[in-house]
């Protein structure tokens, strides 16, 4: 992937290079032309084209914001009420993540949202012990988990 977007960058300066010209325009023309490149040759690099692992980051950050502004929208509710009604707990979450970046990422994605908390993480690094500040249905919080970021992690990943 990283190479893919060296030669990118190569063909972009190369085509400005051409163009004697060193402005910012002239550099994304240069960029779209060697995407545009890669995407033809793409059979002749192994994985996928560098532009779907970019989507899929950026799928994941705005996934991200979007959980942040509804888990504090929640929190702020229940905080704002006259009288608690919540039901704290602890739950595990068993995850297909492999690698340990992998597996911070989701731990820190999940103790950045409010209502959140990774209390623990197992000695093989296959389940996730999870504090929530209201649980309704555990197997409902645990499929938002994989349904969310584990799911758009595994897109980055592999």
Do not use: C
């Amino acid at each position: 992937m990283a190479f893919q977007f060296l030669i990118n960058l190569i063909i972009t300066f190369v085509w400005m290079f051409l163009y004697s010209s060193w402005d910012l325009s002239t550099f994304i023309v240069g960029f779209l032309v060697g995407m545009i490149i890669l995407f033809i040759v793409r059979r002749f690099f192994p994985g996928p084209l560098y532009v779907t692992k970019i989507y899929a980051v950026i799928k994941l950050t705005l996934l991200f914001m979007k959980e942040l502004i509804l888990s504090n929208i929640t929190v702020v509710k229940q905080v704002l009420q006259p009288k608690l009604q919540i039901k704290p707990g602890i739950f595990a979450l068993e995850t297909e993540l492999e690698s340990d970046w992998e597996i911070v990422l989701l731990s820190l994605l999940i103790t950045l949202t409010p209502g959140t908390l990774v209390v623990d993480v197992s000695e093989d690094q296959k389940t996730l012990f999870i504090h929530a500040m209201n649980i309704d249905n555990i197997d409902e919080s645990i499929s938002s988990i994989k349904n969310t970021f584990e799911k758009a992690i595994l897109e980055v990943s592999r």
